[in-house]
């Protein structure tokens, strides 16, 4: 319920939302949701939306595709790294990070230091029917991309399940309920959401 009225709350007069205190970092595999819902997440606490990913290629000035292919995975990894230290250390903001950067024990520490990780967990047959027919996912160019996408999926849910927070998503919930899920978890967080004053 304070969820609710936080969601609601963000464009009455006088009425103030719940204040974010560190960074909530949205981790889980491509086709989680975690722009989607991340972006709701963020005008809602009223705080910036940053997604690493984009903070990337404006760097590079090349898409994440582009990237793969000219300089390979391991220096994109060290990309996403630095990204994600520089953004973790500004203001408080709700950070949509790329499928893998969760899996290096660096990223993991870094965000537990400085944010909060939250988990939004989809089972495989929610994930490939987000992605299946999305181009720029080039970890999925592959001969059997739903195959190659299960392989991830085993091979990453142990990382994820070591976030701060879970929440699961469900084909038939909205972006704006996944992002108020996520607002109840984070209120039982008094380090990371200080809830609703009236």
């Known amino acids: 319920m304070q969820a609710k009225a936080a969601l609601h709350s963000q ?12 960074t909530v970092a949205m981790v ?3 086709g989680a949701g975690k722009t989607a819902v991340g972006t709701v997440l963020a005008r809602v606490l009223g705080v910036p939306f940053v997604d690493s990913d984009e903070e990337i290629v404006r760097a ?3 898409s994440i595709a582009e990237i793969f292919e000219r300089d390979g995975e391991p ?5 996403e790294s630095e990204v994600l230290a520089r953004l973790l250390r500004g203001p408080p903001c709700v ?5 893998g950067a969760y899996l290096a024990d660096a990223n993991r520490q870094l965000i537990s230091d400085a944010g909060v990780a939250v988990w939004l ?10 992605v299946r027919h999305k181009s720029n996912r080039p970890l999925l160019r592959t001969a059997n991309p739903r195959e190659t996408l299960r392989a991830l999926y085993e ?6 399940s070591q976030a701060d ?13 996944m992002a108020e899920r996520v607002i109840e978890a984070l209120l039982a967080r008094p380090d990371v959401l200080e809830g609703e004053t009236t």
Request: glycine residues 10%; proline residues 4%; charged residues 25%.
């Open 11 to 22: 464009g009455n007069e006088g009425g103030s939302v719940a204040r974010l205190k560190k």
């Open 28 to 30: 889980g595999m491509m």
């Open 60 to 62: 590079a000035n090349r």
């Open 75 to 79: 220096f994109f990894r060290a990309r």
């Open 95 to 99: 950070l949509s990070t790329g499928g």
């Open 121 to 130: 967990r989809a089972d495989l047959d929610l994930l490939w029917s987000r």
């Open 155 to 160: 091979t990453r849910v142990p990382c994820y």
């Open 165 to 177: 927070v879970t929440v699961d998503a469900s084909p038939d919930l909205s972006i704006e309920a």
